[in-house]
């Protein structure tokens, strides 16, 4: 099963992605470089082997998309995600481990996929994150809507429901961000509690069906 893709939308025309590869492995790095060095699209530009070192390049290489891992020696991938959201790069965490993914997304990644994943689904995830798209493993989105299902039982806050009302007028992530004064990882973090609380997809079924549930005035 592929990775769930949020708000995905195929563009004609791909423009070159700088990537910047983190892991304390050198031999998972080596992996990666292999798989997507051979994309015509993509340039990988560095690589670290600890979180401070990718905050470091990061700001000297400013790449725009991070493949980053979650557990490494010193500063750990969700500080170092949280050191770089709202930097400009975008992160794709790859990890071994099927964690929470919850404070992964809050920390500012734009992505979660498990290193086991085919390399054509990671060539299609880096691509998805430089558009801004949230993708996730299967397996962590199964494990995110759970999480959201059983607290919530399908009510949504108050924010989640400003975010949907300005959905539901057109405005893109960035916009619906910009008029609440939260950021645009924060608008999408709300997005996917929405869809699993609403069990749906995608923007226009979270619209449908909190048009049908009353959620939204017609």
């Not at 924010?159 to 057109?170: N, T």
Request: glycine share 8%; charged share 30%.
């Amino acid at each position: 099963m592929d990775a769930l893709i949020v708000d995905g939308h195929l563009g004609k025309g791909r423009t070159l992605v700088r990537l910047l590869i983190v892991d304390d492995h050198p031999i998972v790095r080596d992996g990666l470089r292999a798989a997507l060095g051979g994309e015509p699209d993509f340039e990988i530009i560095g690589e670290a082997a600890d979180g401070a070192t990718a905050v470091r390049l990061a700001d000297e290489l400013r790449p725009d998309v991070v493949l980053m891992d979650l557990r490494m020696p010193g500063m750990d991938g969700v500080t170092a995600i949280r050191r770089l959201s709202g930097t400009g790069p975008r992160v794709l965490v790859l990890t071994t481990f099927d964690t929470d993914v919850l404070p992964v997304l809050e920390a500012g990644a734009t992505g979660y996929l498990l290193k086991d994943a085919p390399p054509e689904e990671l060539v299609r995830a880096v691509r998805a994150v430089h558009r801004g798209e949230t993708v996730l493993a299967p397996a962590a989105a199964g494990r995110l809507a759970d999480h959201l299902r059983k607290p919530s039982r399908g009510r949504l806050s108050k924010r989640e429901l400003d975010v949907l009302r300005l959905v539901a007028e057109g405005a893109t992530n960035k916009e619906a961000a910009a008029d609440l004064f939260i950021s645009e990882a924060s608008v999408k973090t709300h997005l996917l509690h929405i869809y699993a609380k609403l069990d749906v997809r995608d923007r226009a079924s979270a619209v449908a069906e909190a048009y049908r549930r009353g959620l939204l005035p017609h």
